[in-house]
């Protein structure tokens, strides 16, 4: 009989290492391991060597970056999209289209089952998940740090690099690890280790080597620089007059933004599944690109429709946030969202700064800004009469006057 397989995600380090010689021996099974290629760069360097040697049938690298860019990044941002008001969530966003891949290999190589590492304390394995439900509900999931057997056989990561080392596994890993990292095209991730701490101060100078893709603010440039945005229907399409794909803007202002020390968050979120966790992030790119997409919304979306947009931000976010890409909630909300951007169309201008993104100009061919309305000259249109705005007021204040008269008279 052919032996069942299994498609594992497979990062290459420690973890998904062991994890790939576990499955292997527990489950008697073929382990096909799968890596995207999502903008990780030189952590990519020797994977198929390494997955091989470990014990993989077969090893699927898959560039990802344009759709990632295309159908993940950039429908994100067109809602606005930004957890508990810090989190322009890189690591959640990627997390359903890895999903996809998987299930998607799965069923082209006759897999029964695909497997994770991520940890049974964190929001990837929800995300993982319930992605793989929604796409393929017959094939069966694995999570190694949710098995007691696995667990008992590595409560630290010292059992681990010993079970390395005893297979022959090639890894370099040490028993001391200041913190973890998650890097791809929209930003990189830092938490546990000494970031469980949230007194400790990442920022501080004896730190500053800790962040990959910017300088600090106290390092950028003495000199701002100024850089051009143009959008179509809510996507950023051009910068500096270069017209680009959703990939190549994101590499441009991921440079950009590192350059000028931009997108550097510290937060303490709640994760889905139940608990404080202190992360750091550095959102170059997406941050610039964030700012942007909001000035040009200023100048061409429809007050009420922006304030419904607005009013589903929460929801959308936490929806990313918690794994629900593909459920029709979701799908839904895009919908809406895909709608209310047919008019964000224009270019933005920004001065980039020692970590700050200052506004320095915004037009578009269908802008709702109307300087003969807006003057506080003489309306040479006559299209707004002041003295309307007395009745505007009574009309507003009528219910306020009821209301104190109410209490007024109860006193």
């Known amino acids: 009989m052919a032996k069942e397989k299994i498609v594992l995600a497979y990062s290459g380090g420690l973890d998904t290492s062991v994890i790939l010689k576990w499955l292997k021996e527990t489950y008697d099974a073929e382990i096909i391991a799968f890596t995207a290629d999502i903008g990780q760069k030189d952590e990519l360097d020797g994977l198929e060597e390494k997955a091989l ?22 429908p994100m941002f067109q809602s606005g999209a930004l957890y508990e008001g810090q989190y322009l969530l890189g690591t959640s966003i990627a997390r359903p289209l890895i999903a996809k891949r998987m299930v998607e290999i799965a069923r082209a190589e006759g897999a029964t089952a695909i497997a994770h590492g991520a940890t049974g304390k964190g929001n990837d394995q929800v995300r993982f998940e319930l992605a793989a439900a929604a796409l393929a509900p017959e094939i069966k999931v694995i999570a190694p740090w949710r098995i007691e057997e696995f667990r008992n056989q590595f409560p630290g990561r010292a059992e681990m690099i010993a079970y390395a080392e005893e297979h022959g596994i090639p890894v370099k890993a040490s028993a001391a690890k200041p913190y973890s990292t998650d890097r791809n095209l929209l930003h990189i991730s830092y938490e546990s280790g000494v970031l469980e701490d949230p007194w400790f101060d990442p920022s501080a100078p004896e730190n500053k080597d800790m962040y990959l893709l910017s300088v600090s603010p106290e390092d950028a440039p003495d000199q701002a620089e100024y850089i051009e945005l143009e959008f179509e229907q809510g996507n950023c399409i051009a910068l500096n007059g270069e017209r680009l794909s959703p990939l190549q803007v994101m590499e441009k202002l991921n440079e950009l933004g590192g350059k000028h020390g931009i997108g550097r968050v510290d937060m303490v979120e709640n994760r889905f599944v139940g608990m404080k966790s202190r992360g750091v992030y550095e959102t170059p790119g997406g941050t610039i690109l964030f700012t ?37 909630e979701r799908l839904a909300l895009q919908a809406l969202v895909t709608e209310s951007q047919k008019n964000v169309t224009g270019t933005v201008r920004l001065k980039l700064y020692k970590g700050n993104i200052i506004g320095a100009g915004v037009k578009s061919p269908v802008s709702l800004y109307n300087p003969n309305i807006a ?37």
């Open 53 to 74: 040697a470990t014990g993989a049938s077969k090893v699927y690298i898959d560039d990802l970056r344009a759709e990632f860019a295309q159908d993940f990044i950039f």
């Open 292 to 328: 942007a997409h909001r000035k040009m919304e200023s100048l061409t979306m429809d007050r009420e429709v922006m304030n419904l947009r607005d009013s589903l931000i929460a929801r959308y976010s936490t929806l990313v946030y918690n794994g629900f890409w593909f459920a029709p």
């Open 375 to 411: 003057t506080m000259e003489a309306d040479p249109t006559q299209a707004y009469d002041q003295g309307d705005a007395t009745g505007f007021i009574h009309l507003n204040a009528l219910r306020l006057k009821v209301s104190s008269g109410v209490e007024q008279s109860h006193k």
